[in-house]
């Protein structure tokens, strides 16, 4: 009993924390959401276009680029949906620790699943580039990115981004 005690606790902590968190990313709009998503994908793909000098492997990194945002904006909708659900299920006086857990339980999947098939982009990309290509193009990756995580992304960004 206690166990299940402790996962409904955590199940509205996650959702509570989460939601507040994501609010900041999520709250753009459709419009301005879509604006944002086509500046990345054009500040990226500027990144690109500066460190590789093959037009057709720049080409092939775009498209696996455009791979990993699409990904990126569907990971984040089912994380919306999920926390969504856990809202309406927090609402309701009768729900049961089983109910919070199988959308604890889809939620996580849906990460593993999500993280998998960006991790196989990540491989999959730099096949495409040299060594050299890799390393200056993950250096302007991990400033850009740093622009919108701070610092903590700096210092996180290093060992993610080795070839």
Request: aromatic share 8%; hydrophobic share 30%.
């Given at each position: 009993?206690?166990?299940?005690?402790?996962?409904?606790?955590?199940?509205?902590?996650?959702?509570?924390?989460?939601?507040?968190?994501?609010?900041?990313?999520?709250?753009?709009?459709?419009?301005?959401?879509?604006?944002?998503?086509?500046?990345?994908?054009?500040?990226?793909?500027?990144?690109?276009?500066?460190?590789?000098?093959?037009?057709?492997?720049?080409?092939q990194v775009n498209a696996v680029m455009g791979e990993m945002i699409t990904e990126i904006k569907s990971a984040r909708e089912q994380h919306r949906q999920s926390h969504r659900a856990l809202y309406e299920l927090n609402a309701n006086y009768t729900a049961t620790p089983e109910e919070f857990t199988k959308i604890l339980d889809e939620l996580n999947n849906n990460r593993m699943r999500s993280s998998a098939r960006m991790l196989s982009l990540r491989f999959k990309m730099k096949s495409l580039l040299t060594a050299e290509e890799w390393s200056a193009l993950s250096e302007e990756l991990k400033r850009y990115g740093s622009r919108y995580y701070g610092k903590g992304a700096e210092a996180a960004a290093p060992a993610a981004a080795q070839p």
């Open positions: 009993m206690r166990y299940r005690s402790l996962v409904v606790l955590i199940g509205v902590l996650v959702t509570g924390l989460t939601g507040c968190s994501s609010h900041h990313h999520g709250s753009y709009g459709q419009g301005k959401g879509d604006y944002y998503w086509s500046k990345a994908s054009q500040d990226v793909s500027g990144l690109v276009e500066k460190h590789v000098k093959n037009p057709e492997t720049v080409k």
